[in-house]
């Protein structure tokens, strides 16, 4: 089993910065990627940004550029950093350990709140 808890979500105004975190714990050894997904109310829910075990990333067209996704190995956590907000990246984030076949762990979400 994998536990994930994000933190870090707020609210901000446009232009801002936030930096989100999700701590993994239990059988992290397991973990393949970990990624930050969100979810703005009435639309599905869509990757934002992944990274590999081996620290290889992946971003979606819309936040290229403006967030980066890291990990801290040591701490178990991976972070994401949000540059240039806007209302739009308003969302519910989530974090997600990709185990393979052994399943999806996912974390229970940070509100992300971007004024205009």
């Known amino acids: 089993q994998v536990q994930v808890v994000e933190s870090g979500g707020g609210l901000v105004q446009a232009g801002g910065s936030l930096r989100l975190s999700c701590a993994a714990s239990?059988?992290?050894?397991?973990?393949?990627?970990m990624g930050w997904y969100r979810q703005a109310p009435g639309k599905q829910r869509e990757l934002v940004a992944i990274?590999?075990?081996?620290?290889?990333?992946n971003y979606a067209d819309s936040v290229k550029g403006r967030f980066t996704i890291s990990r801290d190995n040591a701490l178990n956590t991976v972070y994401l950093q949000m540059n240039s907000l806007k209302p739009e990246d308003t969302a519910v984030y989530y974090c997600?350990?990709?185990?393979?076949?052994?399943?999806?762990?996912w974390g229970q979400g940070t509100q992300v709140t971007v004024s205009s």
């Open positions: 990274i590999t075990s081996g620290g290889s990333t």
């Open positions: 997600k350990a990709d185990r393979g076949f052994l399943g999806d762990s």
């Open positions: 239990g059988s992290i050894f397991s973990i393949k990627t």
